[in-house]
């Protein structure tokens, strides 16, 4: 009887303690695909999804918040997000930026300085420094408006040798890279994957993508 109780008792007081800890801190940088420019509202924006979904999962997860703007670049990060962690510290981030570098012809060598800030700062902010997903750049060159920002250049080649820089880094660091660029070719041939504006994701698309950041995220945080 007495071996009953106990068990009884520490099972109680294991669900107390899944039940009563505090969510996971979550912010989300970046710039247009991480704000999710294309879709209708906040509950479309992958990182949302995500927060959600982790959740459900038993990981409870509280986006606290999504900086990204539409047409933001590496210094943007630096300048307008990386502020918002000087007075706290979060448990899990993920970061998604270059595609405005690239067009705006910002070289690979500034990139890669940028973007090791960057990922820098906010590993000092974070309670578990591996809680941070990076996420490849998109294909944006296969988009019915894409070429309009590409200057003439290759736009696959160019936004691949960004990603290079990305996941070089992931590597070099032992952090998860989620490489989204490969399932962002399929805007080519799905017109329902591209936004109205012929240049961004639709939400199906953006939905796409967290289904692949999702299991890494999951696996991540798992207690």
């Known amino acids: 009887m007495l071996k009953a109780f106990l068990i009884f008792s520490g099972f109680f007081m294991m669900s107390f303690m899944q039940t009563d800890k505090q969510p996971l801190k979550y912010i989300a940088f970046g710039d247009s695909y991480t704000i999710g420019t294309g879709t209708t509202n906040k509950h479309e924006q992958w990182p949302t999804i995500l927060g959600k979904h982790l959740t459900e999962a038993g990981i409870k997860t509280e986006l606290v918040s999504n900086p990204s703007r539409n047409g933001y670049s590496t210094q943007n990060v630096i300048d307008q997000e990386l502020p918002l962690l000087r ?25 890669h300085k940028n973007l090791n800030y960057i990922i820098d700062e906010i590993q000092k902010k974070l309670s578990n420094k591996k809680h941070f997903i990076l996420i490849t750049i998109p294909d944006f060159g ?31 660091r032992g952090l998860i890279c989620v490489d989204i660029f ?27 993508w967290e289904k692949m950041i999702f299991p890494e995220a999951k696996k991540l945080l798992a207690p």
């Open 142 to 172: 296969v988009t019915p408006q894409g070429k309009l920002y590409g200057s003439g250049r290759d736009i696959s080649k160019g936004i691949s040798e960004f990603n290079d820089i990305i996941k070089a880094e992931a590597k070099k």
């Open 87 to 111: 007075n706290q510290t979060i448990d899990f981030a993920t970061l998604l930026i270059g595609v405005n570098d690239w067009v705006r012809q910002v070289n690979a060598a500034t990139y």
């Open 182 to 208: 490969p399932l962002s070719k399929s805007m080519a041939d799905h017109q329902e994957l591209v936004a109205e504006d012929g240049l961004h994701p639709s939400a199906k698309e953006y939905a796409l």
